[in-house]
T-cell receptor
């Protein structure tokens, strides 16, 4: 089965820090996605990529950027973390069926 | 723009009972896909069931089945013979055709199965 690995399960950062969330998939899928999950809001798409070095903004890209230098790795970057970016971040890959990582719970203090 | 609404924030049932989770959506598209995903306490989101809008037959996967009413824009999930392992957040999601697999998600329903 597809494996999607997110580098950290829990992360605590300070306001203003630059934060990197890493995601690696082992199935050679072109599509990769970063979602943010907040209670009562479901999942909201931040960015997605359908090929190496390609990226598209999702619904809530403000305050985030992404990097996809290799097909298997898709990184989410918070250039200057703020408290309103405290959330669960989920990475996914796939086509008709999405495979998810276990999520990174990020707290920005 | 498409929206997905799950009107039940939380539900609980006894083990072995049948439970139905509701989902409605709004779209002007004719060709699309609908999904139910499950997120247990482990946080690993897992696909439960998938429905293509052009198919009239309701999708089933073992104890899980859907009631897809295209005209009413309704897509409910029925779990039969519920088990403790069904305890999870359940999310309904919509994807229009040729959208680069971008999903629109509902807010989720927390389902608790009691022993």
């Amino acid at each position: 089965d597809v494996k999607v690995t997110q580098s950290s399960r829990y992360l605590v950062k300070r306001t203003g820090e630059k934060v990197f969330l890493e995601c690696v998939q082992d199935m050679d899928h072109e599509n990769m996605f970063w979602y943010r999950q907040d209670p009562g809001l479901g999942l909201r798409l931040i960015y997605f990529s359908y090929d190496v070095k390609m990226k598209e903004k999702g619904d809530i890209p403000e305050g985030y950027s992404v990097s996809r230098e290799k097909k298997e790795r898709f990184s989410l970057i918070l250039e200057s973390a703020s408290t309103n970016q405290t959330s669960m971040y989920l990475c996914a890959t796939g086509f008709e069926k999405l495979f998810f990582g276990s999520g990174t719970q990020l707290s920005v203090l | 723009a498409q929206t997905v609404t799950q009107s039940q924030p939380e539900m609980s049932v006894q083990e072995a009972e049948t439970v139905t989770l509701s989902c409605t959506y709004d779209t002007s598209e004719n060709n699309y896909y609908l999904f139910w995903y499950k997120q247990p306490p482990s946080r690993q989101m897992i696909l439960v069931i998938r429905q293509e809008a052009y198919k009239q037959q309701n999708a089933t996967e073992n104890r899980f089945s859907v009631n897809f009413q295209k005209a009413a824009k309704s897509f409910s999930l029925k779990i039969s013979d519920s088990q403790l392992g069904d305890t999870a957040m359940y999310f309904c999601a919509f994807m229009k055709q040729y959208s680069n697999y971008q999903l629109i998600w509902g807010a989720g329903t927390k389902l608790i199965i009691k022993p």
